[in-house]
């Protein structure tokens, strides 16, 4: 049964994979480049930067390539898959059967990757991974390969790539997000934080 399990489950992440990439990209995700300690909010939530890679002529920043993240919680996740069934005029069997897999890949909610690299081989998201760390930064909570997935013809800044990433386990606010590329020899390349928008109330 074990087996049998996984197959379903990888088929889950690549149903709704394929569901959310359709999806407009946040702009907030694509507009510009960030800088280290800077805070956006995404989502309804807050996103810093708390470092990543700058190895570019900061004369170029507004063509700079880009490295973000943002994260969509499990209820949002259920709102945008209940706006799919209702413009695509699923019937209630079929969105219960949905929502029941999406609580079985993604209980934690998930993570947005948006990358745009000048040079193709390296915005293909199988030199990624990406680990979660909880508040107190120690220890990793969850990590995951992103595999291959070509980029995006050139626009703007270069070859692109979008990835949402579904994390299977409960996640407390804040946590920390870690990007990592493996061309580098760092131990970490790009670190988020994610905490709530209390603004927002969210």
Not at 134 to 140: A, I, L, N, P, Q
Not at 155 to 166: A, F, H, M, T
Not at 180 to 195: P, R
Request: hydrophobic share 35%.
């Amino acid at each position: 049964m074990k087996p049998f399990r996984i197959l379903l489950t990888l088929s889950a992440l690549l149903l709704f994979t394929h569901n959310l990439s359709a999806q407009k990209i946040n702009p907030q995700l694509d507009s510009k480049t960030w800088l280290d300690n800077e805070t956006r909010i995404i989502n309804g939530y807050r996103v810093t930067k708390v470092f990543g890679s700058t190895d570019y002529d900061r004369r170029a920043y507004n063509s700079a390539p880009l490295t973000a993240v943002a994260y969509k919680d499990a209820k949002q996740l259920k709102q945008e898959l209940r706006t799919i069934a209702q413009k695509e005029n699923w019937d209630q069997k079929k969105l219960d059967s949905k929502l029941a897999e999406l609580d079985s890949v993604a209980r934690g909610g998930a993570i947005e990757i948006y990358i745009s690299r000048y040079a193709e081989e390296y915005a293909n998201f199988k030199w990624f991974f990406v680990i979660i760390r909880g508040e107190d930064d120690k220890g990793k909570l969850w990590e995951q390969e992103l595999g291959y997935q070509a980029p995006q013809i050139p626009y703007e800044r270069g070859w692109w790539n979008y990835k949402v990433v579904y994390v299977p386990i409960q996640v407390d606010l804040p946590f920390y997000v870690y990007l990592n590329d493996k061309h580098t020899k760092n131990l970490s390349d790009y670190k988020f934080c994610i905490e709530k928008n209390t603004d927002n109330h969210n």
